[in-house]
């Protein structure tokens, strides 16, 4: 009986002891959890600064796209060109474009994201900025052209600093951020760029797209992964 009783008072001290072994282990465990919880987020915080810049660049080769689509038409017409030469202006544009595409695989093997976007944003200014000097339809097929080289290669790598700067499992989010800022950029530009165009002409407005890329060339520098 009273070797009953040891047992039993053994037990139950057994009992006690492993559950307070797993309460400790419960409160080390959420410890590090949260500890490490805090460690993700200090380590995100400065790419959201990144991933912040990334979307300010998309939105401005957006709408140096959606510019030259609206812009080209207008100024080859105020230039005297005919609708044949406009068409082949944007289609040196469209061609550019699908060539620079098929070569991405060859770039973005050599060299890093964030290098080919700020080289094809300064590309893209300078075209914005001479545009205006051109009056022939074979220079504006030529600068249609660069231009095309620098916005067809700029939304890939956009889309590649995205998923280096995502949070993960937040991929879905930012590329929704991309197209709705793409999707804004449609509708914005030509009810704002050209009702300002419409005021102060068509060459200010140039000047100021390529400056605008100018300064997204140099944010690109400070948006690496």
């Not at 307070?20 to 600064?49: F, K, S, W």
């Not at 005297?80 to 202006?89: F, H, M, N, T």
């Amino acid at each position: 009986m009273q070797n009953e009783s040891l047992l039993s008072l053994l037990g139950r001290e057994i009992d006690i002891a492993r559950t307070h072994g797993q309460a400790i282990r419960l409160t080390h465990d959420g410890a590090c959890n949260q500890l490490n919880i805090h460690i993700e987020v200090a380590n995100y915080r400065p790419q959201h600064g990144n991933l912040r810049r990334v979307f300010l660049i998309n939105g401005m080769i957006a709408l140096a796209w959606e510019l030259h689509t609206l812009f080209v038409p207008i100024y080859g017409n105020s230039i005297g060109l005919s609708a044949s030469k406009i068409g082949l202006i944007l289609a040196a544009f469209a061609a550019a474009t699908f060539t620079v595409r098929l070569s991405m695989p060859l770039i973005s093997r050599h060299v890093p994201e964030h290098r080919v976007l700020t080289l094809a944003l300064y590309l893209a200014a300078l075209v914005y900025l001479a545009i205006p000097f051109s009056r022939s339809a074979s220079m504006l097929m030529l600068l249609s052209f660069c231009l095309g080289l620098g916005l067809g290669v700029g939304q890939p790598m956009v889309m590649a600093l995205l998923h280096t700067l995502a949070p993960p499992g937040r991929m879905g989010e930012a590329a929704g951020v991309r197209m709705s800022l793409m999707n804004s950029m449609a509708v914005a530009v030509p009810l704002v760029f050209g009702a300002v165009g419409g005021t102060i002409g068509l060459s200010p407005v140039l000047w100021s797209v390529g400056v605008a890329l100018a300064t997204g060339g140099w944010l690109t520098r400070v948006a690496k992964p």
